[in-house]
């Protein structure tokens, strides 16, 4: 493929449905996966859920092997490098602190991906970006603090820090640097390569760590071939490992990295509507505003500079 067409980026409005459609199954993955790890070790799970994936893709690989260019390849390894570091700190941090503390903390990657994209591209994100951020990270602070005064919840995770948070703060930091490196790569080297390569990696790593920590007793590895678990790792390998990583590889580059944090940040309000209906878990007040801000957050990033515009026009 020519590097004219390498630039060429999709259509933005196509792009922002799809990233809104693979956050959409983000949010049911939630509920599934809780129940999956009922009966699976979480690092099997991902490494299964990744070479499963991986197997599928193997046709694809012969197919399209005129495109494993080694810029591709490279690039993509790097990638499941980030996505297998994220993943696995994540697991790691969720054994040593609560799960509204991880869920915070991670949230925090729609903050550093505007810096990282500063740090790394060099690009100032838009001023209606900025703003945007900023609201959906006081939007996702009230959802996470599950109803109680924000103050607190910020208080208690500031004078009881500890090495869970810590790895899930790593975590959120992979995540924000997967999104803007996935931006840099994609629009330099072929889909196919980025795709396949960021699997393989991320699978094989998850293996090498199930044995090493199941080693040194950090997780015991443990397999129980119930229903939820096959339906588990059915559901996350083909769509939110196959089809998800698709959509994000494909389209993510038709926008600004912090412009799709901020879409990915709608995951929670995905995962808190399914859990309502699923688990029959309550949704509070504050997680309504914090849902609604959120909402705001995202209309702002789309909407805002191009009301300054049109302001400056009129004057």
Do not use: H
């Amino acid at each position: 493929m020519t590097n004219a067409a390498l630039s060429q980026k999709p259509n933005k409005r196509t792009a922002e449905i799809a990233l809104i459609i693979a956050v959409m199954f983000w949010g049911a993955t939630f509920v599934i996966v809780k129940e999956s790890l009922q009966d699976i070790s979480p690092m099997l799970f991902i490494a299964l859920r990744f070479t499963i994936a991986f197997i599928l893709l193997i046709p694809f690989v012969f197919k399209f092997r005129a495109q494993f260019a080694r810029e591709g390849i490279i690039g993509g390894s790097i990638l499941g490098v980030i996505l297998f570091l994220g993943f696995a700190s994540q697991t790691a941090g969720l054994q040593l602190t609560t799960a509204t503390r991880s869920a915070f903390i991670t949230s925090a990657s729609v903050v550093l991906v505007p810096v990282l994209q500063i740090l790394i591209e060099k690009r100032r994100p838009a001023n209606g970006t900025l703003i945007g951020v900023a609201l959906v990270f006081i939007g996702i602070l009230m959802l996470s603090s599950g109803g109680n005064s924000v103050l607190t919840f910020l208080a208690d995770i500031g004078s009881n820090f500890n090495f869970g948070d810590f790895l899930t703060l790593i975590c959120a930091v992979s995540f924000a640097a997967y999104i803007v490196y996935l931006d840099y790569i994609s629009q330099r080297a072929e889909f196919w390569p980025i795709f396949v390569m960021q699997i393989f990696v991320t699978a094989a790593l998850a293996f090498i760590f199930a044995y090493l920590f199941n080693l040194f007793g950090f997780e015991p590895v443990r397999l129980n071939l119930t229903d939820n678990a096959l339906f588990g790792i059915a559901y996350t390998a083909l769509i939110t490992t196959l089809l998800t990583t698709a959509i994000l590889t494909k389209y993510q580059k038709a926008m600004p990295p912090a412009k799709a944090g901020i879409i990915y940040a709608l995951e929670p309000i995905f995962a808190s509507i399914i859990a309502f209906f699923v688990l029959s878990e309550k949704i509070s007040n504050f997680g309504l505003i914090g849902s609604a801000l959120i909402f705001m957050g995202l209309i702002t990033s789309e909407t805002f500079d191009l009301a300054v515009q049109k302001w400056k026009a009129k004057k």
